[in-house]
């Protein structure tokens, strides 16, 4: 929604996505096709989609006007260690899975085309090509990170742990959209990321044992984002509805009146295609921040009230208020285990890469798929046992 100005960049960025983000079945690109280790270091969109575009997926409620205050969190890269399970689910998981035949004959037909076979192994043989080196590699990671947490004696995986994961996750991009939106450029939903966290947890739980946060850190961390702590004036939360006329405004309010859920009538029948998908939340935000009339309703209402038909340029919008937060000065006493969890996490983050690329040194790995490559260039190579050196 434009609130005074309407900053495209910002929702290209958190937003906006295009046909070429989506990851194919059948193609394996960017950093799918250079990547092995579940590590990535960001999600980046790439350049803004043409006007058309931007003017389908325009959120009509957006922020503006000022920048966003810095989060207390870890830089953007850390947001790439804590999604690595996005590479690890957008390979094709089915190419090294061993088929189910009976017959250990590769000739063995999997398909016929009037009466031309197609058979195991060139079936084999077209999903490596699409992909088999890759998910062969996540594999590989792994079994290895398994094999790592049993030697550290961490603590099965539970629901619990990846909740949290999914939770930290949100706040490290901002919030549920901006996560959705990432995983959506990656090909995955979040139900996808949530089924490829375990390996994820693991190595949180194998490297925090690795980690030590002094006071001293904390103290300092704090003090140099203290007023990304501190809540200057008065913010609210709010979730709404967007729609065209007063006529579609009633009818929501009379089914929200009967006990219709507000988020899915939301991801159902808004107009505003910002918030919707994500049951129409829009964060917290300040009274400049929306327009006037939008403001002025969220700010009067108390949490769990929802408004009635509130018309504003850009419609009429129903309103519930889900939180508040009133102006507030934090203490180091306060924030002091958030903190630390940030460090934490920025830790972690800086010590994966090289972790991973440690314990893949250390490990006795055979790579079919790799292994005869590299013989195979290595005979290339390598010069002839009869070729004379070369004349001076």
Do not use: C
């Not at 929501?252 to 939340?281: P, R």
């Amino acid at each position: 929604m434009d609130k005074k100005d309407y900053n495209e960049n910002e929702h290209l960025e958190n937003d906006g996505t295009t046909e070429e983000h989506s990851a194919s079945a059948n193609e394996v690109e960017g950093p799918l096709a250079e990547e092995t280790s579940p590590v990535i270091e960001e999600v980046n969109p790439s350049a803004p989609p043409a006007a058309a575009e931007i003017e389908q997926s325009v959120p009509v409620m957006s922020k503006v006007g000022e920048t966003p205050a810095v989060v207390p969190a870890a830089p953007k890269s850390n947001k790439g260690w804590m999604i690595a399970s996005i590479i690890l689910a957008a390979a094709l998981v089915i190419v090294l899975i061993k088929p189910p035949f009976q017959k250990a004959d590769g000739e063995t037909a999997v398909a016929t085309v009037n009466g031309t076979d197609i058979t195991k192994d060139q079936l084999y043989a077209k999903l490596v090509e699409a992909g088999g080196e890759n998910t062969l590699q996540s594999m590989i990671t792994t079994a290895l990170v398994d094999q790592e947490a049993k030697k550290a004696n961490v603590s099965a995986v539970t629901d619990e742990d990846i909740n949290a994961e999914i939770e930290e996750l949100k706040t490290q991009f901002g919030g549920e959209a901006a996560l959705n939106s990432a995983l959506e450029q990656s090909g995955m939903t979040l139900d996808d990321l949530k089924k490829q966290m375990p390996i994820q947890v693991q190595m949180r739980k194998i490297l925090e044992q690795q980690v030590k946060v002094t006071d001293e850190e904390i103290k300092t961390y704090y003090d140099a984002n203290k007023a990304s702590y501190d809540i200057a004036e008065t913010q609210v939360r709010a979730s709404h509805i967007l729609v065209k006329t007063q006529a579609e405004a009633d009818t929501i309010l009379k089914q929200l009146k009967d006990g219709a859920d507000f988020a899915a009538l939301a991801k159902e029948k808004s107009a505003d295609t910002g918030s919707k998908d994500n049951g129409g939340d829009l964060n917290f935000f300040k009274r400049g921040e929306m327009v006037p009339e939008f403001s002025d309703a969220a700010f009067k209402m108390k949490v769990g009230e929802t408004s009635g038909a509130v018309k504003s340029q850009y419609g009429f919008h129903i309103i519930k208020v889900t939180d508040r937060k009133e102006p507030k000065t934090s203490t180091l006493e306060e924030k002091k285990e958030e903190v630390r969890k940030t460090l934490i996490t920025q830790k972690i983050s800086e010590m994966s890469s090289t972790w991973l690329e440690e314990i893949k040194a250390k490990a006795k790995i055979t790579n079919t798929l790799t292994d005869a490559k590299d013989d195979a260039g290595a005979a290339t190579d390598a010069p002839a046992a009869s070729e004379a050196p070369a004349a001076e």
